[in-house]
């Protein structure tokens, strides 16, 4: 089955503490990227990677780092996670150049306190 | 600053009727339009699509509308379901650029 996934879909934790959420895909995509959800903003796009080793930032990139090693994984690292990235995440991978139908892992929501 | 926007942050209709769900944008550049719709403690998944060289493209019960001189869209569902009910997000991207632009969302409620 076709499917990005994203683990873990619910978190907890406490202001600078280090984490990572992974995301990966079995669909071969080149493109991966990571999205934001909060009220009243929609989707804000973090960071996208258009290719193994290649990333770049997208609309909201402050306070994040991801990496691109593998073409199926693209993990969201937050170094010193502050209150203000408590949000809803999303995963998603496309073929092409990003512009066309995205597929969306199920969200990991992230609560820093 | 907000390249889409949706600007109904609710919608209600009756089962039967028809749904219409608008999407503004500011940028010249894109080229190719989505709708998404998304329930709760899930992810957006794909609806449907559209290219700037058409000003309609239609899927079963969703029609989705593009006129470019207004850059405005619009999904119609027609007839509305109470498994309609969702949030439904409109975005927006372009060969020249490279990534999707999303609006804030509209929560459709479909009303038996």
């Known amino acids: 089955e076709a499917q990005v996934t994203q683990n873990p879909r619910y978190l907890i934790t406490v202001t600078g503490k280090k984490l990572t959420v992974t995301c990966s895909q079995n669909?071969?995509?080149?493109?991966m990227s990571w999205y934001r959800q909060d009220p009243g903003l929609g989707l804000r796009q973090i960071y996208y990677s258009m290719n193994v080793e290649v990333t770049d930032k997208g609309d909201v990139p402050e306070g994040y780092k991801v990496s691109r090693k593998e073409k199926r994984n693209f993990p969201l690292i937050l170094e010193s996670p502050s209150p203000n990235q408590t949000s809803l995440y999303f995963c998603?991978?496309?073929?092409?150049?990003?512009?066309?139908?995205?597929?969306f892992g199920q969200g990991t929501r992230l609560t820093v306190v | 600053d907000q390249q889409v926007k949706q600007n109904s942050p609710s919608l209600s209709v009756q089962e039967g009727r028809i749904s219409i769900l608008n999407c503004d944008y500011t940028n010249s550049m894109f080229d190719y339009f989505l709708w998404y719709k998304k329930y709760p403690a899930e992810g957006p998944t794909f609806l449907i699509s559209?290219?700037?060289?058409?000003d309609k493209n239609e899927d079963g019960r969703f029609t989705v509308f593009l006129n470019k001189s207004a850059k405005h869209l619009s999904l119609h569902i027609v007839p509305s379901q109470p498994g309609d009910s969702a949030v439904y997000f409109c975005?927006?991207?372009?060969?020249?650029?490279?990534?999707?632009?999303f609006g804030q969302g509209t929560i459709l409620t479909v009303h038996p």
């Open positions: 669909m071969n995509h080149e493109y």
């Open positions: 559209i290219s700037s060289i058409k």
């Open positions: 998603a991978s496309s073929p092409g150049n990003g512009y066309t139908e995205a597929f």
């Open positions: 975005a927006a991207g372009g060969t020249s650029y490279g990534k999707l632009t």
